[in-house]
């Protein structure tokens, strides 16, 4: 089964405390893995897209990389701004839908 | 402004009463989907269109209809919602199939 497996659940950090999160997916051919940030009460904010392994994307703190099995985002020095929900999704080769994992919940105290 | 338009953003119905959400891009996009959003389990897919005329069920079709007549409209049927419908719903749009989303701001249904 098609199957994307977002870690950790939560994520409380310091602010200017590097972390990363985990997007791990078992699915039938990749043909595209996307991050979206999605703030309470609104719809999600697209950030990146990847298409193959070894491939990696830069917007302000955070940087996003892809392998054959699993993608991370690097939140670099983060800012209370930054806190949200990072939602994961992976297109699949067959069938032209769109999976999302579960989400982190991510956290960010001054 | 480039933007996804969902109607309404509230919604509260009774068991059986038919109703229609609707959703309305105006980038010109050719792929458009629902997605249900409950907590826990993220965001599903419900129904998806590649173009006019062509759609196709997502993850979890069941109880949802969708008709795309127009290239920018994309709405979302329920013909006998039940309380298992309870959700935050969200329709999307995209250039092509995999490239990025553009979401809408959510309609959060409440079937009793």
């Known amino acids: 089964e098609d199957q994307v497996t977002q870690s950790p659940e939560a994520l409380r950090l310091q602010e200017g405390e590097s972390s990363s999160l985990n997007c791990s997916y078992t699915v039938s051919g990749l043909r595209g893995l996307f991050w979206y940030r999605q703030d309470p009460g609104k719809g999600p904010e697209f950030l990146f897209t990847?298409?193959?392994a070894g491939e990696e994307k830069e917007k302000e703190r955070l940087k996003a990389t892809l392998t054959k099995k699993e993608s991370f985002l690097h939140i670099t020095a983060p800012k209370p701004e930054d806190s949200a929900t990072y939602l994961c999704a992976v297109f699949m080769e067959y069938g032209n839908k769109l999976v999302f994992g579960a989400g982190t919940i991510l956290r960010v105290k001054s | 402004e480039a933007q996804v338009t969902q109607n309404p953003r509230y919604l509260i119905t009774v068991t059986g009463k038919k109703l229609t959400v609707t959703c309305s891009q105006n980038?010109?996009?050719?792929?458009m989907s629902w997605y249900r959003q409950d907590p826990g389990l993220g965001l599903r897919q419900i129904y998806y269109?590649?173009?006019?005329?062509?759609?196709d069920k997502g993850d979890v079709p069941e109880g949802y209809k969708v008709s795309r007549k127009e290239k920018r409209n994309f709405p979302l049927i329920l013909e006998s919602p039940s309380p298992n419908q309870t959700s935050l719903y969200f329709c999307?749009?995209?250039?092509?199939?995999?490239?990025?989303?553009?979401f809408g701001q959510g309609t959060r249904l409440t079937v009793v």
């Open positions: 990847l298409y193959s």
């Open positions: 999307a749009s995209s250039f092509m199939a995999n490239t990025e989303a553009f």
């Open positions: 269109s590649m173009n006019v005329e062509v759609t």
């Open positions: 980038m010109n996009h050719e792929y």
